[in-house]
């Protein structure tokens, strides 16, 4: 028995030898790693931050954000020290801190409250709460029992109390949805819940509900409604907590000037406080009514022993702000002015201390900041009473760049004061006085990016070249010129690389140049760099990646290493302009002095299309950096195949949705317009693509005659005529569609088998794919054609399933069509219980699409057309996937010569390549023949590994990948792979290995030795041997 | 003196023979081996004379010798063959260098098929010996050659002879429409 094991492991050992052995190597040298590569970790615009001193005396700042992470951020370089992953789905509503304990609470409708350990970021302890159809939307908050480790929280319709050794709740009580409570006030042995109240027939007031709940037996003490026509988060109403005077609500009514104060838990007595006894001076009504309160700490349960807000009121024309602290004596509770400063539109926030046990309140803790932000500057100061600023500062900031201030907090490091801002594009700086740059600073506006494009570089142009424009143009024109400049280059540049020590050899080669990542030294970086990025590489590995976001923002960075080269922040009336599509509408020609353009299409808070046009090399706004506000909203924006000659622009399309949809075409102009109508028959597009629709409609322009287009302008669009529709069955939803994404280069036109015959691709540009979930179960796949709706093919999994976690996810290039989704076995229909039993697991499936089943044979003719009936044979098969995935891609090189890897960004933060012969749907199932291993047919195996070696990000966990985007170089073998999401990770990589590039252990310097010494042997030893001749001609 | 008529001590006068020989008189036979004609030295002549029958002989050797030459080639063929055969079909530097040689051979024999044929058809009498049915033999059989060479080409699989071969020349299909 024994014996046998040992034979077979020593058997499988020699197996997996040999496997290793023939596979060949396709992993990164390690001296590559970090150099072709380059990584940002980013956590996204933070929503809440709370400074945190831990037992050690550092300090970090602990952050929820708007891309549901939980991070820990390093005081003094802005690092993430530790961050925490939540589901996309689950946004974080609270973040709390108590001690080392930090807590969460999370989701919308299935709730989780967690506690984590505020230095590691070790998940403490958990509860999860199942999703109620009580649910109150909107519902859920949490806070920490003032003694013991016990958590209270509003989870689904109940209130619960947590202890962290328990598995269920101490006690739970349910709220009967009288209200969505979204405010916990922890008192010694009663808890307050606040929410606003249910609207009925009978009360239909907005108000805010209170609960008492006894925190020891889970019972309600009282209920009441309080404060009329009031809301939480309202700037007319606070809540105050205090360990010693308990919790308060003070508001004020609409058009009253009385300030009502309610101390929790007491029905009487409810004060009215006049403003001027609020305040402590006399204002005007008007200044009164329009005066505004607003709490001064983000958690005010943590230094509320004296608590305080902010009132911020107009008078003569000036803003100013008041910080008035509650206190009391004996019975009465009495409120005094602290702080008082003209404001304008400054940001005001408290230093959110927890005062010292001593009770000795320093300044420090007491601190509030008002941070301003102007023309060219952010400007703040720190005051801890009366009317001087303790602590001043400026910095040199141009909101053009990542918008104006949006929340601003203020820490210590030790007695330092640091103020921390945040933009609405998503920069988050520290600032520290005597400095007027930022201590450090973080740029998290890419974590919200929704769309990204490459821009070529220019190549380095030769000195000659810069000579020229710089000086006389006529210089380039003359080839005797240009080939004297280009010696005189050469000369420069060997005796520069003389100078250099003959270091390095060939300058920008393979192996680049030896920069550290982005993601190690965020200080080190220029906020705002002065020169952008203008030229790139010989071999195209340097390019412009241009991002749009969500947060107003469109930046430009270094594919090659990161490096920022422009940022700018749209806006419109004073929101962020939500950038959806960037193009690129012009791309410059060599030695034109015309700039590639670049368009960015967004939409404004009111949801109207906002369209700019930027230089894609500076970033700058043309049209005197105005942006394009249209008069329409837009279901989504197309590339036209249409130049406006004018302005040599490529046409874009904004498809407006409705019952009689419309097309906008960009620019606005009666050129691009006339030239859009010259080829408007042919040009078909499509609207209902997305998750959650029923049905696909196609659509084409109806052009006018040319004459009616005077006049034509940003506001007039053209109307469409239904071509098709494609109806979904009843029970179906649609859950995903993809299309291609770029035109589709393809190097051969069909597939060679082993006998040499030739199965021709089907390669259809107006392919989608949809994929609709049945209500019965299962999912369908369907290939749909653009132009005609037709369908083309479809598929039925039936045990497949498609949720938030685990969704559909789906990639088109060239001839395949690649998508993964879960598949559970207990989906398994009772009609299929004879089938064998489906696995559960996520699978990959392989859809490969050929002109015809039988080879050689071809459509004849060279134009292809959606409208002739024409269906393709479609070849698939379906391997289980290594892991969960988040994303899909496919790799793009030049002339498609290079084979396509399969790009997964995985849910472990990996991005994993794939070979493209493992997703060949012609694998044969059984022994191959000859054909088929001359043809290079791997046989089948159901599984795709995870190859560590084909892990392209190694050592580099990137986060929340969703979206794999490639673009090639000029070298065929290479193409450059870029992910987005949360984390940013860019790298090269070369599917058929480096067949075009010298490999890295080549040594140049061995060549040019050699063949010195070559010419040095043939000057020595051609003397030599002619008189060895001539001695042997005279003897 | 040697050769001197004068002071011979033996002296024969032929001159009667050579007169007295006439038709039908088999007075004295010549020795074998003597040619009368070239005695007398009129070579033309004696050739004239007896080559009626011989000419015909030595046309027959020459085309025998002929058609040997046109089917050499033959010959070697099984050993190529067999030599292909042996290399096999696969694409590798040997196979590659017989099947070079298999196609090269018979080509520069029949490049040199003129010169070949050269020493056979040119007669004694000065006469060209017509050898057109040889050299087509020789042609036909070296064309053989080629053909075998050509056929393990394509059983190797180096003739472009599939759909295959010119897939690379093959543009890509004009699309008539646009989606977006």
């Keep these: 028995m024994l014996g046998g094991s040992l034979l077979t492991r020593v058997a499988l050992a020699g197996v997996l030898a040999a496997s290793t052995l023939s596979t060949a190597v396709q992993g990164l040298f390690p001296d590559e790693a970090g150099q072709i590569d380059w990584h940002r970790a980013q956590v996204g615009a933070p929503k809440m931050l709370i400074p945190c001193t831990h037992d050690d005396g550092s300090t970090s700042i602990l952050a929820i954000t708007d891309r549901n992470v939980l991070a820990s951020l390093s005081s003094d370089s802005g690092e993430i020290v530790w961050r925490q992953l939540f589901d996309p789905t689950e946004r974080i509503n609270v973040l709390k801190l108590r001690g080392r304990q930090v807590l969460t609470h999370s989701g919308t409708n299935e709730t989780h409250v967690r506690v984590w350990d505020a230095q590691s970021g070790a998940l403490a302890w958990g509860f999860s709460h199942p999703p109620s159809p009580k649910h109150k939307s909107g519902s859920g908050a949490a806070a920490f029992l003032r003694s013991g480790k016990d958590v209270l929280a509003v989870v689904g319709d109940s209130l619960v109390r947590l202890a962290p050794e328990a598995s269920k709740p101490v006690w739970e009580l349910p709220l009967n949805r009288t209200a969505t409570f979204k405010r916990l006030v922890v008192q010694e042995s009663v808890a307050f819940v606040i929410g606003h109240a249910t609207l009925t027939n009978k009360n239909p007031t907005p108000r805010l509900h209170v609960v008492e709940v006894n925190l020891k037996t889970g019972l309600v003490k009282q209920q009441y409604d309080v404060a009329n026509e009031q809301a939480l988060g309202s700037d007319s109403l606070v809540i105050l907590e205090s360990e010693e005077y308990g919790g308060y609500i003070v508001w004020r009514e609409r058009k009253n000037i009385v300030w009502n104060i309610h101390r929790l838990g007491m029905q009487q007595p409810m004060w009215d406080i006049y403003h001027a006894k609020l305040v402590q001076m006399e204002l005007m009504p008007e200044s009164m009514l329009t005066s505004t309160i607003s709490e001064l700490d983000t958690d005010s349960g943590l230094g509320a022993d004296k608590p305080r807000f902010v009132m911020k009121y107009t008078m003569n024309d000036k803003v100013k702000s008041i ?73 040199v900031y141009d909101t053009a760049t990542y918008g104006p201030i949006s929340a601003a907090y203020l820490y210590y490091a030790g007695a330092e004061p640091r103020v921390l801002v945040q933009t609405k594009g998503g920069l988050l700086a520290a600032l520290a006085s005597g400095s007027s740059v930022p201590l450090w600073f973080r740029d998290e506006s890419l974590a919200h990016a929704t769309d990204m494009v490459f821009l070529e570089l220019p190549a380095p142009a030769s000195l000659g070249e810069h000579a020229a424009k710089a000086t006389d143009p006529s210089v380039i024109s003359s080839p005797v010129s240009r080939y004297i400049q280009r010696w005189i280059e050469t000369a420069r540049s060997l005796a520069a690389w003389s100078r250099s020590g003959f270091g390095v050899f060939g300058g920008s080669g393979g192996s680049g140049s030896s920069k550290s990542g982005p993601n190690s030294v965020p200080v080190s970086e220029e906020l705002v760099p002065k ?125 407006i949705n409705g019952p009689q949809p419309q097309l906008a075409v960009w620019p606005a102009t009666i050129d691009a317009a006339v030239a859009f109508c010259a080829a408007s028959e042919s040009i078909f597009f499509d609207i209902g693509a997305q998750a959650g629709s029923g049905q696909l409609d196609g659509y084409r322009a109806r052009c006018p005659e040319v004459a009616n287009l005077d006049g034509w302008g940003e506001d007039t669009t053209f109307a469409t005529d239904h071509q098709w529709s494609f109806e979904l069955p009843a029970g179906e939803t649609l859950v995903a569609a993809s299309e291609y994404h770029g035109a589709q280069t393809t190097a051969l036109q069909g597939r060679i088998l082993g006998d040499r015959s030739v199965l021709y691709k089907y390669v259809n540009p107006h392919l989608i794919t949809l994929a609709s979930h049945r209500d019965a179960g299962g999912i369908v796949i369907y290939f749909v054609d653009r132009v005609s709706g037709r369908l083309l093919y479809s598929s039925v999994h039936e045990t497949g399933c498609v949720s938030s976690k685990r969704p559909f996810l789906v990639t088109q290039s060239e001839n395949r069509v690649i998508y993964q989704f879960w598949q559970d ?72 010569i290079t084979t396509r890897d399969v790009l997964f960004g995985l849910s472990s933060g990996k991005l994993l390549s794939l070979p493209d012969q493992l997703f060949d749907p012609r694998r044969p199932k059984r022994a191959q023949t000859k054909d088929e291993q001359a043809e290079g047919l791997l046989p089948y195996s159901p599984s795709l590994l995870l190859d560590p070696k084909r892990v392209l990000s190694h050592r580099n966990v990137v986060a929340g990948i969703a979206r794999i985007m490639s673009a090639p170089t000029h070298l065929e073998s290479t193409s450059l792979v870029a992910s987005y999401g949360l984390d940013l990770f860019f790298t090269r990589t070369s599917p058929s290995g480096t067949f075009d590039q010298l490999s890295p252990s080549f040594s140049k310097v061995n060549l040019v030795v050699t063949t010195l010494a070559l010419v040095v042997g043939c000057l020595l030893g051609g003397p030599m041997v002619r008189r060895k001749l001539t001695n042997q001609a005279w003897a | 003196m040697p050769g001197d008529k004068s002071s011979s001590k033996v002296y024969a006068d032929l001159t009667s023979l050579m007169g007295g020989r006439t038709k039908g008189s088999k007075a004295a036979v010549d020795p074998s081996g003597f040619d009368s004609a070239v005695a007398s030295g009129s070579l033309a002549s004696a050739s004239t004379a007896h080559s009626k029958a011989d000419d015909e002989g030595d046309k027959a050797l020459r085309a025998k010798k002929a058609w040997e030459v046109a089917i050499g080639p033959g010959k070697t063929l099984p050993m190529q063959a067999f030599m292909a055969w042996m290399s096999g079909t696969g694409v590798s530097i040997f196979s590659i260098l017989i099947t070079g040689m298999i196609l090269m051979t018979p080509v520069r024999t029949i490049m040199g098929t003129q010169q070949t044929f050269a020493p056979l058809e040119r007669m004694a009498t000065g006469k060209k010996l017509d050898l057109t049915m040889q050299k087509a033999a020789f042609v036909a059989i070296n064309i053989a050659g080629i053909l075998f060479g050509v056929y393990r080409l394509s059983i190797m699989g180096l003739l472009p002879t599939t759909t295959s071969d010119w897939l690379a020349f093959i543009p890509a299909k004009h699309y008539a429409e646009y989606s977006a």
């Design chain 1, 323 to 395: 910080v008035v602290e509650m206190f009391r004596v004996g019975d009465e509770l009495k409120l005094r002015k602290i702080v008082g400063f003209r404001s304008d539109n400054a940001l005001v926030a408290g230093s959110n201390r927890r005062a010292l046990p001593s009770g000795e309140a320093s300044p420090s803790e007491r601190a509030v900041v008002a941070v301003r932000s102007s023309e060219g500057d952010i400007s703040w100061r720190i005051y801890t009473s009366g009317k001087t600023p303790a602590h001043t500062g400026e910095f």
């Design chain 1, 531 to 655: 020169t952008p990025l203008a030229e790139g590489d010989h071999f195209g590995f340097r390019k412009l990646s241009i991002f749009g976001t969500s947060t107003g923002i469109v930046a430009a960075l270094s594919t090659q290493d990161g490096a920022r080269s422009w940022t700018r922040y749209l806006s419109d009336s004073g929101a962020a302009v939500s950038v959806d599509r960037v193009f690129i509408t012009r791309r410059s020609q060599p030695l034109i002095n015309t700039p590639s353009l670049l368009a960015v299409v967004g939409r404004n808070v009111e949801g109207r299309a906002v369209v700019a046009v930027l230089n894609a090399l500076t970033g700058e706004i043309l049209g005197d950096g105005k942006l394009h506000v249209l008069p329409y909203g837009y279901g989504k924006v197309v590339e036209l195949p249409v130049v406006d000659t004018a302005s040599e622009q490529q046409l874009l399309g904004l498809v």
């Design chain 1, 825 to 896: 076995s207990d989906l398994q229909g009772a009609a299929n219980q004879q089938k064998p039993k489906a696995t559960k697991g996520y699978v990959t499936v392989v859809a490969e699409l050929f002109e015809s089943d039988k080879p050689d044979t071809r459509d004849a003719g060279k134009t292809f057309s959606s409208l002739d009936l024409h269906l393709p044979h479609v070849i698939t098969t379906a391997f289980t996937a290594p892991e969960s995935a988040t994303a899909l891609g496919v790799t793009r090189t030049g002339s498609h």
